[in-house]
């Protein structure tokens, strides 16, 4: 509708003024694509420079952690490979006081100073399955203290293997319930099963705070545009919560977390992400020794304001050149459409008809030859008008025609009253009923001249119908309604139910010598559908071949095609003429999308379910009214 009406508008401006907004459209497209594109460039090589500068960043953090856990892979195997150490957590008697205080001296000595010489590992601790020993601080303690931790119960199903695992907070597994300063912080722990020989003896466990592990990650280096941070093998984020870009931003986190995990099921190392309005770079890289991936959030808002700055800065610039270019062009147009500018007068004066006869304009170009044509084309309307009255002639003579019809078909109806009263008169009931019948049945021929009706009337007309057909039979014809009031006021086709409501009165019965003879007409509403009008008959039924050769005709698009030898006999088509047509119609008025299709069951019945729009018809009166006031 908009193309249209700025079409129209188009249209209507002067050639020169087209031929300005052609040249405007002409420089300014390819303007806005190729500097789309050449932004769109920038845009990308500066998110692949970003990339590549984060995965730097990743590597380099990378062989940082990996140092860091080389020193608590081996602070671990140092501590379980003295025998010495073993062979007390696996004792089952208490030692004397003396060969402690050796045993203090010597092997946990030696441990203490493993932590020592690497001031990063937080804690080393070696944990005992035994109840006999005693527990010697800060280094060997009863495994009943860290019963209760997640991975716990992980760590016999992994055959000896190392388990990494990452805390929010570094608590006091001592539970001594003194602040320490290292309890908010967040710590990775490397646990393995100690064995003896085939038995398990115990767990050792090395911890290091995050700040220590991952330097970068967790420094107090304050960045507005990026941070990094570390992710376990469940998807769980740990970062600094002090750095101002994701640690104060609860939304970009929770993107974070969301993004990272899609990355996990896609296998990819790198995604954009917009997180109100900001686009940001995600770059992960695995740790395949911790079972961990270390994370880079890049914000690209920064980046593509100043692209879309410049981007608008350059827009403006060629706006402003073709807007001088455009003056310029009008200038030059005007000089040489001013040929053309006077034969548009003259056509103008043509119209007021002051120049019935023609444009007394000639020579050779295009003008020329435009005013010949103009020429001849104000003789051809002078024969077209011509032609016009005479045709508005045979119309006001056919509109008396059928007046004149109308006015017999009156005379029929009125004298069809008559009659009726003379069959009151004569107490003749069952005759008076049907007159009157039938008198409905031509009033609603004689009233309705437009092809729309309310659902209300159509079904007044086929009662009437039925009482007239009733006379007929011994047994009448029982008609049931299940229609909802809210819906008796729907619009449907003039004549559109009675073809069918016949066929049944025609074909339902024939050959049934007993029972009741019943028609439902049953009308719902459907929300995706619009309005559903079934029509079912108790009669016969109709055989399952024969049926579906009816919904094939009823719905082919060409009816002659759809013929078959029952069609065409004797030069008579046989059966599906009528809903056919009532199907054709509906699909005409309505859309391809709506109609009726039969249903049957040999001998039970047979229906006809009619899907229509729901259009209130809000107009009572006749042809162009009634059709004004529909919705």
Known sequence: MYLQSFSNWLGRRSMQSRLVAAYIVILLIPSIVVSNYLFSQIRDSYTNDTLKQGQYLLEMEKINILNQIEAMELAAQLTISDSDVLEYISTKEELPIQELLDLYRGPLTDMINIQINNPNIAHLRLYANNEHISEIWPIIFHERRIQNEPWFSKLDQLDGKELWTFKDKDFDILRRYVTDVNDQMPKVSLVRVVHAGSKRIGIIQVEMLLKQFSPKAFANIKDEGSQMMLADSSGAIYLDDNQPFAGHNPELREAIEQQFADMNVRGLHEKRFIVNKHPYLLVSTPIEQADAHILN????????????????????????????????????????????????????????????????????????????????????????????????????????????????????????????????????????????????????????????????????????????????????????????????????????????????????????????????????????????????????????????????????????????DEQVKNGKQAFGIGLRNVHQRIRLYYGKQYGLQVHSREGQFTEVVITLPKVLLMGRGSGNEENANRR
Request: aromatic content about 4%; overall charge negative.
């Open 297 to 564: 959030v890049v914000s690209l808002q920064t980046a593509h304001e100043r692209i879309s700055t410049a981007e608008k800065q350059i827009i403006a610039a060629n706006l402003i050149l073709i807007g001088l270019l455009s003056i310029i062009t009008y200038m030059m147009n005007s000089f040489i459409l001013k040929n053309l500018s006077r034969l548009t007068e003259a056509m103008k004066k043509v119209r007021r008809g002051e120049m019935p006869t023609g444009l007394p304009l000639g020579g050779g170009g295009e003008i020329g030859e435009l005013a010949h044509h103009f020429n001849k084309l104000i003789h051809t309307i002078n024969e077209l008008i011509a032609q016009g009255v005479k045709k508005q002639a045979l119309t006001k003579e056919a509109e008396l025609r059928t007046l004149h019809s109308q006015i017999d078909s009156h005379f029929l109806y009125n004298t069809l009253e008559n009659i009726k009263m003379l069959a009151e008169m004569e107490n003749q009931r069952t005759i008076s009923d049907s007159l009157t019948s039938l008198g409905g049945m031509m009033r609603y021929n004689f009233k309705w001249s437009g092809e729309y009706v309310s659902l209300r009337d159509e079904i007044r007309h086929i009662q009437n119908y039925i009482a007239v057909m009733n006379i007929r039979f011994d047994e009448p014809i029982q008609l049931e309604l299940r229609i909802p009031p809210k819906l008796l006021e729907i619009e449907v086709l003039k004549m559109s139910l009675q073809p069918i409501i016949e066929n049944a009165v025609k074909h339902a019965w024939l050959g049934v010598e007993e029972g009741k003879s019943t028609i439902i007409i049953d009308v719902s509403e459907n929300e995706d559908a619009g309005v559903i009008i079934t029509l079912r008959d108790n009669g016969m039924g109709i055989e399952a071949g024969r049926l579906e050769r009816l919904n094939e005709m009823i719905h082919a698009e060409n009816w002659n095609n759809a013929l078959t």
